[in-house]
Nanobody, 125 residues
Framework: QLQVVESGGGLVQPGGSLRLSCVVS????????VAWLRQAPGKEREGVAC????????YYGDSMKGRFTISRDNAKKVVYLQMDSLKPEDTAVYSC??????????????????WGQGTQVTVSS
């Protein structure tokens, strides 16, 4: 059974950095993608970034470009989200999601098959 487990959230000051990890276990196929999405209280869920396991293709939401970096360790089946220059508006629950049905591309639209439980990121002084 496929499992998705996030870690690495916490409290950080504005301008600081944080790295989130997403461990995906139970997958037998190499053709999947992993995305990070976030949801702040009272706001709609927002796509952050995604990466295709098959070809390394990445995609970022507009407000994250230049500040966030998504990467993967295929051997460990871990996807990382490095977040730099964090702002208070980045405060949200960050969730990792796996897409096993849409091939080589990756997406941040929330149409994923499997989800983790989420990890809280709070940016505050």
């Amino acid at each position: 059974q496929l499992q998705v487990v996030e870690s690495g959230g916490g409290l950080v000051q504005p301008g600081g950095s944080l790295r989130l990890s997403c461990v995906v276990s139970g997958l037998t196929s190499e053709y999947y993608s992993v995305a990070w999405l976030r949801q702040a209280p009272g706001k709609e869920r927002e796509g952050v970034a995604c990466i295709s396991n098959a070809n390394g293709y990445t995609y970022y939401g507009d407000s994250m470009k230049g500040r966030f970096t998504i990467s993967r360790d295929n051997a460990k089946k871990v996807v990382y989200l490095q977040m730099d220059s964090l702002k208070p508006e980045d405060t949200a629950v960050y969730s990792c999601a796996v897409d096993t049905s849409r091939g080589y591309q990756c997406y941040i639209d929330g149409g994923h098959d499997y989800w983790g439980q989420g990890t809280q990121v709070t940016v505050s002084s």
